[in-house]
């Protein structure tokens, strides 16, 4: 089965995700043609990234990803298409394609630079082309110039601390829940079996839970969610509103001996 997705801030009232739609069914008869999502807020690649990141490793090998996040914002942003594994992906180098945690891009091609699109929708135009191609069988070298990297996106570091590990809130889903880029291990390295407190405004969490039903509604709760990060949540009610926490504001958990 081939396989092209759609992550954009595109919205759903205006014309261009239908039209981008449009594009490569016309070009790519027999594509299946799924969304991901074209909710992203504007220019987020932060968003895009932590979405397009935990849902493209469930599509068949050989899937191409097309990102339209932010993609015209400066001319000074090539655009490329690159390889994670059995994926290719087609997008700006603006920084998007760092925000994959610890994953590089096997190959990178340069397939339009920033001064050189010829037009505003840059999706249409430039990154269904280059997705058509990579579907009928062409090679990744054969769409442009190769490239020895990707555009690094710089990220906020947090000095160490003595029995202390911090992080960030890296994505706040629709219903609310608080997901952190605290990994399992990194937990585990730095608890090694300690109690903790999750430091909250005027309050903390102090155990783990597997399930959001774990507790009674309308309480809080930490847990490790199915991509294996540190999520904080209420059960059936929006922890970003009730906590005050909101993106990229920083995560603290002390542990005692």
């Known amino acids: 089965m081939s396989v092209i997705t759609l992550t954009t801030d595109f919205g759903l009232k205006d014309h261009y995700a239908a039209a981008l739609r449009g594009k490569l069914l016309r070009e790519c008869q027999g594509t299946v043609v799924a969304d991901i999502t074209h909710l992203i807020p504007a220019y987020d690649i932060q968003q895009a990234a932590w979405v397009l990141r935990n849902a493209y490793s469930e599509y068949p090998d050989g899937s191409v990803h097309i990102v339209a996040v932010g993609a015209g914002l400066s001319k000074r942003f090539n655009h490329v298409a690159v390889r994670f594994g059995t ?24 397939i339009s630079s920033g001064d050189t699109v010829p037009g505003t929708f840059i999706a249409r135009d430039v990154y269904a082309p280059a997705a058509a191609k990579l579907i009928k069988g062409e090679t990744l070298e054969s769409l442009g110039t190769p490239l020895g990297g990707i555009v690094e996106k710089l990220r906020r570091h947090h000095p160490p601390e003595a029995d202390v590990l911090k992080g960030t809130v890296a994505y706040v889903d629709s219903f609310g ?81």
Not at 90 to 104: E, I, K, T, W
Not at 221 to 226: D, E, G
Not at 227 to 256: H, M, P, T
């Open 177 to 257: 829940n608080l997901i952190t880029d605290i990994t399992r291990a990194e937990f585990e390295t730095t608890g090694r079996n300690r109690r903790f407190a999750l430091e909250l405004i005027g309050d903390e969490i102090t155990q783990l839970h597997k399930a959001y039903a774990d507790v009674p509604e309308g309480e809080k709760l930490a847990l490790f969610n199915s991509s294996g990060v540190l999520e904080i949540a209420i059960n059936q009610g929006k922890a970003a509103s009730l906590l005050n926490l909101r993106l990229n504001d920083v995560v603290r958990i002390v542990f005692e001996d």
């Open 87 to 110: 994926h290719f992906f087609v997008g700006c180098d603006n920084g998007f394609f760092s925000l994959f945690g610890n994953l590089r891009p096997e190959e990178v091609v340069q």
